[in-house]
């Protein structure tokens, strides 16, 4: 399966919002409810910041949430923060009987 | 408290086999799907493979069916991932990670492989 789509790079000034939004098809994140957001900062492994399109894990900050529209999901992040700066990763669950899961390509997040 | 911890960095010639591990605590290690991811330098996600340990069914990636062997020793809440015949394009951080319906709760520290002559 191909990998959903990113922007290479967004940016934002602190206190903004900004929205990371990747797309798929009707097979993964169309097709379920099963996308996941990841936060990476350089030399660290990721961190779950969403579950299931809109779910936030216990520990992570309000400020992040998840939305989807047909075959898109976005993340936004309010408020921003200069900590915000990282890659961000969405993560599909795939329809299949086959290999099932598979990362977007990964967005950088400067704040400006 | 839920850990993963993987082995350590490992420096290996091209041609050369490797396993890396990832030992699991504080869950139902039995209960959990656990995959390996890896993210060769400068670059993005990808996952390889997933194993369920209760049973050992075992999934991969088109990208990596072939090239890599993820396995578990129940016994010691270890899943294992082994690279055989090593490249150079094989250098790369492996992170495990704990997915539940593609969404990955717990990753283990990564593990920097590095393949050099």
């Known amino acids: 399966q191909s990998a959903p789509t990113q922007a290479a790079s967004v940016s934002g000034s602190p206190g903004q919002s900004v929205t990371i939004s990747c797309t798929g098809t009707?097979?993964?994140?169309?097709?379920?409810?099963?996308v996941s957001w990841y936060q990476q900062h350089p030399g660290r492994a990721p961190k779950l910041v969403i579950s299931?399109?809109?779910n936030r894990p216990s520990g992570v900050s309000h400020r992040f949430s998840g939305s989807k529209s047909g075959n898109t999901a976005s993340l936004t992040i309010a408020g921003l923060q200069a900590e915000d700066e990282a890659d961000y990763y969405c993560?599909?669950?795939?329809?299949?009987?086959?290999?099932?899961?598979?990362f977007g390509g990964g967005t950088k997040l400067t704040v400006l | 408290e839920v850990q993963l911890v993987q082995s350590g960095a490992e420096v290996k010639k091209p041609g050369e086999s490797l396993k890396i591990s990832c030992q699991a605590s504080g869950y139902i290690f039995t209960n959990f799907w656990i995959g390996w991811v890896r993210q060769m330098p400068g670059k993005g996600l990808e996952w390889m493979g997933l194993i369920f340990p209760a049973d050992s069914t075992t999934k991969y990636s088109p990208s990596f069916q072939g090239q890599v062997t993820v396995s578990v020793d129940t016994s010691l809440h270890t899943a294992y991932l082994q690279l055989s015949s090593l490249k150079a394009s094989d250098t790369a951080f492996y992170y495990c990670a704990r997915p539940t319906w593609g969404a990955a709760d717990y990753w283990g520290q990564g593990t920097l492989v590095t393949v050099s002559s």
């Open positions: 993560c599909a669950y795939v329809n299949t009987n086959g290999f099932d899961v598979v």
């Open positions: 299931e399109v809109r």
């Open positions: 009707s097979s993964d994140i169309g097709g379920n409810n099963f």
